[in-house]
């Protein structure tokens, strides 16, 4: 049976022999492996019947451990992680070649975070390396915020969860990719999360230097989702009461189910609130025993932490109805 454990040296005795650990962040609950130890690596993505396709996160203790894993720290990036580590914003930069194909799927660059979570932060040092870590959740579902989700998730496994507390954020981190030319600073956003774009922007204004900033994530439209994680009963995420009136024979014709048979997610006005709550809520609505998840969207900032949280809706959803 997976359980719960407080000791960062059992953890650490764990990780060095080459066991997966599941460890707390201020975002989300990660499943940890040494990234030295590409046996474990590879574990991660078993345990979790991941894709190989998939690339994982390096989480360092510190931002002096960058240099371990990519080859060159732009000035640029340097700036922004002194400024936002520890902290939920991932870089994307090219690896070095010690770095497994394993973690980055094969790619040149590598995905770094620096976690801001005391616990995880002293197990990194402990351990001596760092850690390789998805969220620890099986592939296509909620992501953890609590130890017991982790425990929940993984029942049947004789896994260790690190138990940190509820995760500050609640949404996994922004990832995205910074470079800086002859025409200005260059950033491409591949998943907002817990680091807003505005935040970002805000920092490199002082840099004075244009800024670009591009979107890589598909936008959430009817029918055009790239569904990161499908919950056991469907999610419809809608503008308001008026709109759900006039689509509610679609909602029966495309997911044949009783419109009227559902359980709202109430999003929090505070859209940091939001995104603390957001998988707990999933969780919670998915054992229901209703058909299906409704959301109003409306009301809710579609900026700052906003964006994070419909993004995580748009892509847990089976209709999305809201434009952002
Ligand atoms: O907050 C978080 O980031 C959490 C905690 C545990 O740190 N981790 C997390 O990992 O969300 P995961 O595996 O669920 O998401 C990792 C995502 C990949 O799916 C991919 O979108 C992106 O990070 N990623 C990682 N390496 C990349 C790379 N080299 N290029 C582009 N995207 C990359
Ligand atoms: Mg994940």
């Known amino acids: 049976m997976s359980e719960k454990i407080s000791s960062l040296d059992l953890a650490a005795q764990l990780l060095k022999m080459g066991e997966l650990v599941a460890i707390p962040t201020e975002t989300v609950y990660g499943l940890a492996a040494s990234i030295y130890n590409e046996a474990a690596i590879k574990r991660i993505f078993e345990f979790k019947q991941r894709p190989f396709f998939d690339p994982l996160i390096v989480h360092v203790a510190s931002i002096e451990d960058l240099s371990d894993i990519v080859e060159e720290i732009p000035q640029v990036v340097n700036f922004l992680v002194r400024k936002f580590w520890p ?45 390789a870590a998805p969220s620890a959740n099986m592939f296509q579902r909620a992501s953890p915020t609590l130890a017991e989700h982790v425990l929940e998730e993984f029942k049947n496994t004789n896994l260790k969860v690190l138990d940190g507390g509820r995760c500050e954020v609640g949404v996994e981190s922004t990832v995205l990719s910074c470079v800086e030319n002859q025409e200005g600073i260059n950033i491409e956003v591949y998943r907002p999360g817990g680091v807003t774009i505005e935040e970002i922007t805000n920092a490199l204004v002082t840099l004075n230097k244009p800024i670009n900033i591009v979107k890589r994530q598909s936008k959430a439209a009817p029918g055009q989702l790239e569904h990161h994680y499908m919950p056991a009963i469907p999610v419809v995420v809608l503008n308001d009461l008026s709109q759900f009136e006039n689509v509610k024979n679609h ?37 229901s025993g209703r058909s299906y998840i409704r959301v109003f969207a409306k009301e809710f900032p579609h900026d700052g932490m906003g964006d994070a949280v419909l993004n995580r809706l748009g892509r847990a959803a089976s209709l999305n109805y809201v434009k952002f």
């Not at 914003?89 to 660059?109: E, F, H, N, Q, R």
């Open 87 to 131: 902290g939920p914003l991932t870089m994307i930069l090219p690896k070095k070649k010690s770095v497994s194909d394993y973690i980055t799927a094969g790619l040149d660059s590598v995905g770094v975070r620096n976690p801001a979570h005391p616990m995880t932060l002293e197990l990194i040092k402990k351990v001596g390396t760092p850690l």
């Open 251 to 287: 909602i029966h014709d495309k997911l044949k189910i009783d419109p009227n048979n559902f359980i709202d997610l109430k999003l929090n006005k505070d859209p940091r609130i939001a995104a603390r709550e957001l998988y707990s809520q999933l969780r919670e609505c998915t054992g």
